[in-house]
């Protein structure tokens, strides 16, 4: 229903080629460390290493397993090592991998790996499983974990149910009891995304053994565990719980009243996915208060999870072109709810990107078309919650992005629009222009309003308000900026009905 077809776009081209409840003593923050050593299990809301010391997945998807291809696309472009290396480098400590039943038929074989000038020359041969196991052994000693994602039934498209006709729950439950025990005693693998994104008909507590997605996960996961106990069990939403309706798999507000229950303690987590408005319209995003209404709609789907020390949550998708502001503001608020990892460590919401590939039609990617260069706004955004421990910004940069200032004039220009007042409150964004000689590295916006405005949410900046008088300061993805070029930042405030103050830009 929200979804269109954004995962294969290029798999022939390429074969050719609740309320709230305070937590009375919420766990202590500590620092995520980079991968986490050896094996995961959970705490609360915290996802833990084999020390006990807590962890935070902060993470890409890399899709094509479940594609027609068999194997995770843009190998017809480089050799899948220097494919993650730019993800280590990047910042990212996590790979989710989705896949379809397909990759474990005999027979099951590869498309579109180009094997010229060296390339992916290991890999000349393999099954579509083979190749999975020198990506997981490649990520494994580069530090980077795996979560496998059973996507789909089949490489044709996806499913509402666990089941169909042709990959019954049988089939599905010894798959995944296969892939289980092949990463055995193989720590770079700690997890299984049960299936992707349940959709109605499927349903939480209903108790209906063909629709409860939460029975399903239940028998699962358990057989999952009965062959490798070390692993997480990742379980999705559904669509609707009683009549509330949401995202694909985004839908946790069941767990409250049926969580999943495993014969392993500390082994479930739940996952949310969450996307803006290139992929489907929703309701939320044409309140007149968005984004500052976000909080409460993630709260009520998802985050009260995290929130009341149910269980860790991982928003395993979520993603957006970025081309309209409404999409830009929904990232920067979503972002800020998963909590800054400088501030919160692993004590965080977990989170995979959706995707590291270009070719998602309906989200782009954090690479561009030519599978080599990092979309830096994109990846700008996560910036502050990816996991220390990696060198964000060192994976494949653009090489037009502006360098150091060096000499001339550096100023800039602020421009003051109000885009929506409904009286108890009001949104406005702020254009900055470079109007010097000479490239930015930073800038800084001043105002002072006339009435009693407060500042409550802003996206694409950070701010301080003293008094009436706000500032306002770029944020890491666009600071830098061009001589002519510019950008922009917005911000909900209450109360309405004020007049537009004068504001003023330094440049640095």
């Known amino acids: 229903m929200f979804r269109t077809l954004r995962r294969a776009l290029c798999a022939a081209a390429a074969a050719l080629l609740l309320p709230l409840i305070p937590l009375a003593a919420a766990p202590q923050a500590h620092a995520a460390e980079a991968g986490g050593a050896g094996y995961w299990h959970t705490s609360g809301r915290q996802i833990l290493d084999a020390s006990g010391q807590p962890v935070r997945v902060a993470g890409i998807n890399w899709f094509g397993f479940e594609t027609s291809n068999n194997v995770v696309h843009g190998l017809w472009a480089r050799d899948y090592k220097s494919m993650v290396d730019q993800i280590r480098t990047t910042g990212y400590n996590t790979l989710r991998i989705p896949f379809s039943d397909d990759i474990l038929k005999p027979g099951a074989t590869p498309a579109g790996i180009d094997f010229s000038a060296g390339k992916n020359a290991d890999l000349q041969g393999l099954s579509s499983l083979q190749v999975l196991d020198r990506i997981v052994g490649y990520a494994g000693r580069t530090g980077v974990k795996v979560i496998l994602d059973r996507h789909r039934p089949d490489g044709a498209g996806q499913s509402a149910l666990w089941y169909t006709a042709a990959v019954p729950e049988s089939t599905w439950i010894a798959n995944l009891k296969s892939l289980a025990g092949r990463y055995a005693g193989d720590p770079a693998v700690v997890g299984i995304d049960l299936h992707n994104e349940p959709h109605d008909p499927a349903c939480w507590g209903c108790g209906d053994t063909t629709r409860d997605w939460r029975l399903a996960a239940q028998r699962a996961g358990n057989a999952v565990l009965s062959v490798n106990p070390d692993l997480l069990i990742f379980v999705e939403g559904v669509q609707t719980f009683e009549g509330v309706s949401g995202w694909w798999g985004g839908n946790l507000m069941g767990v409250a009243r049926y969580p999943v229950q495993l014969d392993v303690p500390n082994r479930v987590v739940y996952s949310a996915h969450d996307y803006a408005t290139s992929v489907a319209q929703q309701t939320w995003f044409s309140d007149p208060s968005f984004p500052a209404n976000m909080p409460g709609i993630w709260d009520k789907y998802w985050g009260y999870i995290f929130k009341q020390n149910i269980a860790p949550v991982w928003v395993g998708e979520f993603g957006t072109t970025l081309q309209s502001t409404v999409d830009q503001k929904w990232l920067a608020a979503l972002v800020d709810y998963l909590r800054p990892t400088s501030t919160y460590g692993g004590d965080s919401f977990h989170w995979t990107f959706w995707s590291w590939n270009p070719n998602s039609g309906d989200t782009g990617g954090i690479l561009k078309d030519d599978w080599q260069t990092v979309d ?132 640095a």
């Open 376 to 507: 830096t706004v994109k990846d700008g955004y996560l910036a502050s919650v990816k996991a220390p421990g990696f060198a964000p910004g060192t994976g494949g940069g653009d090489p037009g992005d502006p360098g150091d200032p060096g000499g001339g004039t550096a100023a800039c220009t602020a421009a003051y629009t109000v885009g929506s007042d409904w009286g108890g409150g009001f949104n406005a964004d702020v254009k900055v222009t470079n109007t010097g000689t000479t490239a930015i590295s930073s800038w800084k916006v001043t105002w002072t309003w006339s009435g009693s405005q407060k500042v409550t949410s802003m996206w694409n900046a950070s701010y301080t308000q003293s008094g009436s008088t706000v500032t306002a300061t770029n944020a890491a993805h666009n600071g830098a900026l061009t001589a002519g070029g510019s950008a922009s930042f917005g911000f909900g405030a209450t109360p309405g009905g004020g007049s537009v103050p004068s504001v003023s830009c330094t440049a």
